[in-house]
């Protein structure tokens, strides 16, 4: 099963960069629209409601639930050294972080890492294949789809008995990812399809091969 997973997205790859285009932008028109009415004035409004301390300190908080997840990747792309060092991190900002409200572990010299399934599938050859946009997810691949799927399984308000506490997590989790791209939106410029699909691109590239980037699909925008 995972032979024929690996060789059916790579094979995607062969395809070309971006062969949906067409459907992608009917997709990111329709998350677009989402996104107007709906998800960018909830986002607008808890940035406006929450005093900045206090979005940061949930942002914290989400991001050291997600530390556990991110050494294990680092373990499984035969980093150790890393893995430890964002166990450590992990359980400093727990203890004296306060349940990861303060980035203790910045302040020690123990700077936060990116890494995800989607990642680590790629450091174990697993191609990309063609730039897909999901409804209401965004932007995406075959191979960072199934490390997203991985990836929702370490989210640890999923196991949470309480629906509702459960719900309120997911829904709190989306506004405050959201909120922290409003300031990004200035940065868009021309072909809103062109620019979002070229930065997920590149940074996937950036995060996959740990700071060396390459700009080969860059030549569709131009």
């Given at each position: 099963m995972w032979l024929v997973l690996t060789v059916a997205i790579s094979g995607c790859?062969?395809?070309?960069?971006?062969?949906?285009?067409?459907?992608?932008r009917k997709v990111q028109?329709?998350?677009?629209?989402?996104?107007?009415?709906?998800?960018?004035?909830?986002?607008?409004?808890?940035?406006?409601?929450?005093?900045?301390?206090?979005?940061r300190g949930i942002s914290?908080?989400?991001?050291?639930?997600?530390?556990?997840?991110?050494a294990i990747n680092q373990l499984l792309q035969g980093k150790p050294v890393q893995g430890l060092y964002d166990g450590g991190r992990f359980l400093v900002n727990t203890t004296l972080g306060i349940g990861g409200l303060f980035d203790v572990g910045a302040g020690l010299g123990l700077e936060k890492h990116a890494e995800d399934f989607g990642q680590t599938l790629a450091v174990w050859g697993v191609g990309q294949g063609p730039y897909l946009v999901w409804p209401f997810w965004g932007p995406s691949n075959p191979r960072d789809a199934v490390g997203?799927?991985?990836?929702?399984?370490?989210?640890v308000p999923t196991y949470a008995d309480d629906v509702g506490v459960r719900n309120s997590a997911y829904a709190l989790w989306v506004i405050n990812r959201r909120a922290q791209l409003l300031d990004a939106e200035r940065l868009i410029k021309g072909d809103r399809y062109l620019f979002i699909r070229d930065a997920y691109l590149q940074r996937r590239d950036y995060l996959v091969n740990d700071g060396i980037v390459t700009d080969d699909f860059l030549d569709d925008a131009l």
């Open positions: 790859a062969t395809q070309g960069i971006d062969p949906y285009e067409s459907s992608n028109a329709f998350n677009d629209t989402a996104d107007r009415f709906l998800l960018k004035p909830l986002a607008r409004g808890y940035r406006a409601v929450l005093p900045d301390a206090v979005e914290n908080v989400f991001s050291n639930l997600a530390e556990p997840f991110v997203d799927l991985v990836g929702s399984f370490a989210f």
